[in-house]
């Protein structure tokens, strides 16, 4: 089981900015999709965004217009670039990584806070 790796959480003032990163150590041909999911203490994990290895992506509806998604070149390092951030964003933020074969892996999960 390969491990993924968030990097970039941290405390943002409400309207400020932050991206986050998750890489997994294998060939990005070899991934079908990522995405970012996010939970808060005693509540569900919720879908945040997905990007496929075709470049289409998709959004929880209560992040549209203010995330961003993408992959770099080499495929096995996706993006959240986040602005416009409120503090209903705040919870931890997990990567999640799906190849075409073989078992879907996540990260440890990262903390983002939005507060004044």
């Known amino acids: 089981q390969v491990q993924l790796v968030e990097s970039g959480g941290g405390l943002v003032q409400p309207g400020g900015s932050l991206r986050l990163s998750c890489t997994i150590p294998?060939?990005?041909?070899?991934?079908?999709?990522m995405a970012w999911f996010r939970q808060v203490p005693g509540k569900q994990r919720e879908f945040v965004a997905r990007?496929?290895?075709?470049?289409?992506?998709a959004y929880v509806d209560s992040v549209k217009d203010r995330f961003t998604i993408a992959r770099d070149n080499a495929g096995n390092t996706v993006y959240l670039q986040m602005v416009s951030l409120k503090p209903e964003d705040t919870a931890v933020y997990y990567c999640?990584?799906?190849?075409?074969?073989?078992?879907?892996?996540w990260g440890r999960g990262i903390q983002v806070t939005v507060s004044s």
């Open positions: 990007i496929m290895n075709t470049g289409e992506t």
């Open positions: 999640h990584s799906q190849p075409f074969i073989g078992a879907a892996s």
């Open positions: 294998e060939s990005g041909s070899s991934i079908f999709q």
